[in-house]
Structures are given as structure tokens and as C-alpha cells.
């Protein structure tokens, strides 16, 4: 069974950092694209960064370029997101989900972050 | 950008009745176009992509159309599990995903 599984969320004051991280299994994970999706309170989706296979290539939306980098590790199966200079449009709940050929095919079951005072 | 705009934002249907939601993007995304279920508390689950193929254990009862800047989700007979929001997202240029329609139960 696949499962995704985020962690490190929580509150954390404007300006200020954030690691997510995503462990995965019942995949191959080294095999996937794998992407940070976000969903704002009561809002829609919005894709937030992907990284290829191999870690050698990152993509990132345009909202959070610069300020967020993306990162796995193969050996561990996992994903991480590094969030920096958080702003409270950043509040959100953060999905990792694999992407397959451009849609997202699994999806972790999702962790929040505030950005307040 | 590409953006992509659901309609309508809610559509009230009875169980057992047919549910049309409609997509349409700013500029075409042939068929590079996926539908995602969403329930309350829950993470999206992928129901199609390429506009008309059903990802692995999703009924019959659902199904897409369309390419280029017009795409339908159907559900056939409506059942109770269906209620629910559902978002396209053209992955074309980028991703980019609709606003979403609530379908509720009338």
C-alpha cells in the first residue's frame, strides 16, 4: 500500500523557518518525480515545488521561489521542503504527492503550517 | 499562466442523477487535463488524466471528455460517496489547478 506521510508543521512566526518533511513507502520511490502541494484555508490547490528522481533538477512555483527549497533523500525515502521567510499567505496545508507524467498520482494525507504572531 | 476555471462552484444533484462539471482553460492544454476528488479533511485523490482516462480502482461511473480548452467530469448515478469537491489541473505548462465545484446533495 502507498502511503506519504508529511510531519513538521506547526505555528510559526512571520519571517520565520520551517523544514516539512514526507516519509514514503509501498513505491518506488526513487523512481518518481515527487512535488509540495498546497491548499490554503477553504481555498483550492496550488503546486508549490517538484524535484526530479535524482534531486539534480527543482522547480518551483512562482509564489515561493527563492524562499523555499526542495530536497530529498533516495536512501531514506523521504522528501523536505525547507521553508524560509514565511509570510502568512504561506498558511496552508502542505501535501507532498508523487507526480506521474504531469498529475499527481499519490497523495501524503497532508500537514498544516500557520504563519502568524 | 494558464488559468483554469470550474463551473458551476456548486451543483446541488439528487442521488441516482447524472452530475456534469465543467472545465474550461485560458488557453488549450490538449489533452493534458486530470480531475481530483476531494473530501472534507481528506487529501485529493486522482480520479482521471489525459482528460478521459480513469486512474487505477475509480468506477465506471466517472468519466472525462474533452481536449484543447473545454473538459466535462461526469458521474453517471450518483452515490453517496460522490458528494464531495473536484478540481481539474492542467499540467500542459505547469501546474495549475480550477477553483474547484462543491457537488452537494439537493
Known amino acids: 500500500e502507498v502511503q506519504l506521510a508529511e510531519s513538521g508543521g506547526g505555528l510559526v512566526q512571520p519571517g520565520g523557518s520551517l523544514r516539512l518533511s514526507c516519509a514514503a513507502s509501498?513505491?518506488?520511490?526513487?523512481?518518481?518525480?515527487m512535488s509540495w502541494v498546497r491548499q490554503a484555508p477553504g481555498k483550492g490547490l496550488e503546486w508549490v515545488a517538484n524535484i526530479k528522481q535524482d534531486g539534480s533538477d527543482k522547480y518551483y512555483g512562482d509564489s515561493v521561489k527563492g524562499r523555499f527549497t526542495i530536497s530529498r533523500d533516495n536512501a531514506k525515502n523521504s522528501l523536505y521542503l525547507e521553508m524560509n521567510s514565511l509570510r502568512a499567505e504561506d498558511t496552508a496545508v502542505y501535501y507532498c504527492?508523487?507526480?506521474?507524467?504531469?498529475?499527481?498520482?499519490?497523495w501524503g494525507q497532508g500537514i498544516l503550517v500557520t504563519v502568524s504572531s | 499562466e494558464i488559468v483554469m476555471t470550474q463551473s458551476p462552484a456548486t451543483l446541488s444533484v439528487s442521488p441516482g442523477e447524472r452530475a456534469t462539471l465543467s472545465c474550461r482553460a485560458s488557453?488549450?492544454?490538449?489533452?493534458?487535463l486530470a480531475w481530483y476528488q476531494q473530501k472534507p479533511g481528506q487529501a485529493p485523490r486522482l480520479l482521471i488524466y489525459?482528460?478521459?482516462t480513469r486512474a487505477t480502482g475509480i468506477p465506471a461511473r466517472f468519466s472525462g471528455s474533452g481536449s484543447g480548452t473545454e473538459f466535462t467530469l461526469t458521474i453517471s448515478s450518483l452515490q453517496s460517496e460522490d458528494f464531495a469537491v473536484y478540481y481539474c489541473?492542467?499540467?500542459?505548462?505547469?501546474?495549475?489547478f480550477g477553483q474547484g465545484t462543491k457537488l452537494e446533495i439537493k
Open positions: 489541473q492542467q499540467y500542459n505548462d505547469w501546474y495549475t
Open positions: 489525459g482528460a478521459s
Open positions: 488557453q488549450s492544454v490538449s489533452s493534458n
Open positions: 504527492a508523487s507526480l506521474y507524467s504531469g498529475y499527481f498520482l499519490y
Open positions: 509501498g513505491f518506488t520511490f526513487s523512481g518518481y518525480f
